[in-house]
């Protein structure tokens, strides 16, 4: 049960992006391994609420960055569509097509 101690150690401290990424993924196997859903689990869904805000994500909530105004949604997505195609060096058709049908289907 580290991972609810973890979990407050991270909402009270400024741990860099790195340590908190580690300590959710190491939260959720431990929340596996005790038969709990880890989407439904109070440490990882705290550890999860502080990588959020720490990204400044937690917005997507709200439909739009306040900031900005922009759907953030949208543009996250955006960017990584747009980043994935200059890594594959291919622009991406949208919607994606499904390898195991004839349908149609979203990036993700």
Known sequence: ???FTTALEVLQTDYEFRVIA???AAAAEEAA???VGAERDAAVRAIAYRLARLCRV???SYGYDPATL???Y???MK???DRACEAAGEKLGFPLPDPVTDR???PL
């Open 104 to 106: 149609k289907r979203l």
């Open 22 to 24: 580690r300590s959710l």
């Open 1 to 3: 049960m580290k991972r």
């Open 33 to 35: 391994a005790d038969g």
């Open 74 to 76: 949208c543009t996250l």
């Open 70 to 72: 922009a759907d953030t």
């Open 58 to 60: 937690d917005e997507i």
């Open 79 to 81: 960017e990584c569509k």
